[in-house]
């Protein structure tokens, strides 16, 4: 992460969206390609090749697929992954917001997944063949880490080596955890929620897990969503007896960050508490990790172990405050040239 600097974005110029991305179908043969290119990414698992790729492919691609694309069953709509939906869907209100905003440049607005479809550097081709000058990048990831937002700068940086001297300049946003316009989305979905179905004693905050050594090797990503959990919960007027910070999706055998949200939901039902509300702050759209990992596997889990209510709340999704914080974040928040 080097120096942040502002840079205006003008009429005519691109914003990319990315996300992380999805398999084209919950099938084991989709999720097995899909898998096969984000557990590639050495970004996304830090072991030796040489170490890694007989496991990868004489293992994990030869069990996972199965049992993933089950997940991904579970929850896949008739329009398709909701990951899928909810950023396309994304990318078509923002153009909407910035078209009807008479005070804010035009903007040519597209969405592309760092894995699988549609790829950063189609779209970044597309958005130049459209005589886009600049091409400003916002992954979709509020706090930052190596493994996902230094994930897209590498693809960007390729793009960069290898583009013609006539192509985009671009531009990446490495974070927006305390953003005030998405603390304040945040705030307004839970207080949404709390308004058509009361509140739960306890407002679980579940961001997704990390390796404890690639914090140990300087990534910022714990100590962003700690201040993401802390703002937001002042925003709310949450004492600390009120929520509780954990994270999820753990892999491998390796030590991840704690406290882990399904082991801490245990305890939190064996300890009395009947109803918990659970936010993914780090996750803007509804995807497998939010829907099926904590809406039903961590669901089960709290209700047998003699919690009554288990409410997960929606991720940001298309709601109209994260609209006009996508559209602030995407004009005015500073940036890094590629």
């Known amino acids: 992460m080097g120096t942040e600097t502002p840079w205006p974005v003008n009429r005519g110029d691109g914003i990319l969206l990315v996300n992380l991305g999805t398999p084209t179908a919950p099938t084991p043969?989709?999720?097995?390609?899909?898998?096969?290119?984000?557990?590639?990414?050495?970004?996304?698992?830090?072991?030796?090749?040489?170490?890694?790729?007989?496991?990868?492919?004489?293992?994990?691609?030869?069990l996972r697929p199965r049992r993933s694309a089950e997940k991904y069953a579970a929850i896949w709509t008739p329009q398709g992954s909701p990951?899928?939906?909810?950023?396309?869907?994304?990318?078509?209100?923002?153009?909407?917001?910035?078209?009807?905003?008479?005070?804010?440049?035009?903007?040519?607005?597209?969405?592309?997944?760092?894995?699988?479809?549609?790829?950063?550097?189609?779209?970044?081709?597309?958005?130049?063949?459209?005589g886009c000058s600049k091409v400003r990048v916002v992954p979709l990831y509020p706090q930052y880490a190596r493994s996902t937002t230094q994930s897209v700068r590498d693809v960007l940086d390729a793009l960069r080596a290898t583009r013609p001297a006539t192509g985009p300049a671009l531009e990446m946003v490495e974070d927006f955890h305390l953003h005030p316009a998405y603390i304040a989305a945040l705030?307004?979905?839970?207080?949404?929620?709390?308004?058509?179905?009361?509140?739960?004693?306890?407002?679980?905050?579940?961001?997704?897990?990390?390796?404890?050594?690639?914090?140990?090797?300087?990534?910022?990503?714990?100590?962003?969503?700690?201040?993401?959990?802390?703002?937001l919960a002042q925003l709310l007027e949450l004492d600390a007896t009120r929520y509780r910070l954990t994270f999820q999706s753990r892999f491998g055998r390796a030590r991840w960050l704690e406290p882990y949200t399904e082991p801490t939901l245990r305890t939190l039902a064996r300890d009395g508490v009947r109803r918990v509300d659970v936010l993914?702050?780090?996750?803007?759209?509804?995807?497998?990790?939010?829907?099926?990992?904590?809406?039903?596997?961590?669901?089960?889990?709290?209700?047998?172990?003699?919690?009554?209510?288990?409410?997960?709340?929606?991720?940001?999704?298309?709601s109209p405050e994260w609209i006009e914080a996508l559209a602030q974040i995407a004009l005015e928040h500073p940036a890094q040239p590629v």
């Not at 097995?32 to 072991?47: M, N, T």
């Not at 040519?108 to 958005?127: D, K, N």
């Not at 995807?287 to 940001?316: M, Q, W």
């Open 280 to 318: 993914c702050p780090g996750f803007v759209s509804d995807c497998l990790e939010t829907l099926e990992e904590i809406g039903l596997a961590a669901r089960a889990v709290f209700l047998d172990s003699g919690g009554k209510e288990f409410h997960l709340l929606p991720c940001l999704n298309e």
């Open 83 to 130: 990951l899928a939906v909810h950023s396309a869907l994304q990318a078509e209100r923002l153009a909407e917001h910035f078209a009807s905003a008479p005070e804010s440049p035009g903007q040519q607005v597209a969405h592309a997944m760092r894995y699988g479809v549609p790829s950063i550097s189609e779209t970044i081709a597309q958005l130049a063949a459209t």
């Open 29 to 62: 043969a989709a999720v097995r390609r899909y898998l096969a290119e984000f557990l590639a990414d050495p970004r996304v698992v830090e072991l030796p090749r040489l170490l890694w790729w007989p496991i990868l492919h004489g293992l994990v691609l030869r």
């Open 187 to 231: 705030a307004a979905g839970v207080r949404r929620h709390w308004a058509a179905h009361g509140s739960g004693e306890i407002l679980l905050m579940s961001f997704h897990g990390l390796p404890r050594r690639a914090v140990q090797r300087g990534d910022p990503y714990e100590r962003q969503c700690q201040a993401t959990a802390q703002r």
